[in-house]
């Protein structure tokens, strides 16, 4: 009859399991700390990419109504130079005649050449405004995009995690941490710019 080993193996056995366990357990704790403060990043960036999308929409109406306010001041501007050109051409036809114009078609002369100007530097004004406030709707929707980026980045990082905590993967943990880290960059970069 063989002899039974000294050592009980059980208790080995047991020993062992919970060693590997634990070791388990620590790499899980890791892999759901990780996780975690990749999700809080997402969560602000997905905040930041709202926030930066609205407010450049705000802008891009504003520009809008800004262009339509210099197109009425364009056609208020043409109106007047047309009407103002009509008085001209009545005045040239009464000069031509050899006669003075009659005193409606002088005061329609300096009535609508006053206007001109002013509607002209007005339409400009709100031309240059427009373009101010597109320029810096353009801006935003850069930043906006970078941080969509990021949380793009952050969500496949914690995908990436999900699946390491799975298959208790240290290189699939390492390309999650590599992620969040290239999400994290995504992230900074319009806050720092």
Same mark, same amino acid.
Not at 90 to 98: E, L, P, V
């Given at each position: 009859m063989p002899e039974e080993p000294e050592i009980e193996t059980d208790e080995l056995r047991e020993r062992i399991h919970e060693e590997v366990e634990r070791e388990g357990g620590r790499f899980l704790r890791r892999i759901a700390l990780s996780t975690a403060l990749l999700a809080a990043m997402a969560a602000l960036a997905s905040l930041e990419a709202g926030d930066t999308v609205n407010e450049a929409l705000v802008l891009k109406t504003e520009a809008t109504q800004l262009q339509a306010r210099a197109s009425d001041e364009w056609a208020h501007y #043409? +109106?007047?130079?047309?009407? $103002?050109s009509a008085a001209r051409a +009545? %005045? +040239? %036809?009464? #000069? %031509? %005649? $050899?006669r003075e114009p009659p005193a409606e078609i002088t005061a329609a002369l300096h009535q609508h050449a006053e206007g001109e100007s002013e509607l002209e530097d007005e339409a400009r004004a709100h031309e240059r405004e427009r373009d101010a406030r597109a320029q810096e709707a353009d801006t935003l929707l850069a930043r906006h995009h970078r941080f969509a980026q990021a949380v793009a980045l952050f969500q496949v990082a914690i995908a990436l995690g999900a699946v390491a905590a799975l298959t208790r993967m240290g290189t699939v943990w390492a390309l999650s941490m590599l992620l969040g880290a290239a999400g994290l960059v995504l992230f900074a970069v319009p806050l720092l710019g």
């Open positions: #043409q +109106a007047k130079s047309i009407k $103002g +009545a %005045a +040239a %036809a009464w #000069q %031509a %005649a $050899g």
